[in-house]
């Protein structure tokens, strides 16, 4: 049985009840080395052996799959955040039902809701944005024509950018592109969030590439634009005392 573990953004206690107790079950541990906090492996039990997948191919991490399967072991593949964003188990998942190995997935807590932790902020804030779009910038994995960043950005919703922090020049570009971010639209870019080393460093779309410049941030971090960063919003109109809904009447 192979088991796509979500190992959270990072923080070793952020990872799900379900997922520790399936790190401590398991035979062999397959995780994303350049992106999992190692310090997970410490759910597992002594002499249980690891390996990283930045080093290995897909045909390799299949093949260390299928001696798992052989052993009679339960494989726990270890994605970072959770598996069903930039996790490329599509793949994976594929080719387990060809070679008839049977599989399950373990949700984990994105990396993005660690950011907003971090920050903290809420994403979806009434009379402002009650939309999140989660995207990348296009490098050498291309992303749909439709998909363009400024397409996106033209909604002016709330926003977070993966796999994009060496590209952020580019990035405020399109983003400005869009026609409905303005230059002093509130930003952050947010390293390593959960991490000890989590820092988090706000902006606006203006200085967004300044401020990655200045704090040396190429990579293992999020770009997040949007209103929500700003002071303007609504209150809930479910905790509002003139408002009814179902578990009670309004005043």
Not at 8 to 30: K, M, S, Y
Not at 61 to 75: C, F, I, P, S
Not at 147 to 167: D, I, K, R, T, Y
């Amino acid at each position: 049985m192979v088991h796509f573990v979500g190992a959270g953004p990072g923080a070793p206690d952020l990872i799900t009840l379900r997922g520790a107790r399936l790190l401590a079950e398991a035979g062999q541990v397959i995780y994303a080395g350049s992106l999992v906090n190692p310090a997970l492996l410490e759910h597992t039990r002594p002499g249980t052996p690891y390996h990283d997948s930045a080093l290995l191919t897909l045909e390799e991490v299949l093949a260390r799959m299928e001696e798992g399967e052989a052993q009679g072991w339960d494989t726990v593949r270890l994605h970072t955040g959770d598996p069903s964003l930039y996790g490329a188990i599509r793949e994976q998942m594929d080719a387990l039902r060809q070679r008839g190995i049977p599989f399950d997935v373990t949700p984990g807590v994105s990396s993005f809701s660690g950011a907003a932790a971090a920050i903290p902020a809420e994403y979806t804030l009434p009379g402002g944005s009650q939309t999140l779009i989660l995207t990348r910038m296009a490098g050498r994995t291309p992303v749909p024509e439709t998909e363009a960043l400024s397409a996106l950005a033209a909604h002016g919703s709330s926003l977070v950018l993966f796999l994009s922090a060496g590209m952020v020049e580019a990035a405020a570009r399109e983003l400005l592109a869009g026609g409905t971010y303005t230059p002093d639209t509130p930003a952050a870019i947010v390293y390593k969030a959960t991490w000890p080393e989590e820092r988090v460093y706000p902006c606006t779309l203006s200085t967004l590439a300044e401020t990655a410049r200045e704090n040396g941030v190429t990579r293992t971090a999020l770009i997040l634009v949007g209103e929500f960063l700003g002071e303007n919003y609504q209150r809930s109109k479910l905790y509002d005392g003139a408002f009814s809904h179902g578990f009670r009447q309004g005043k």
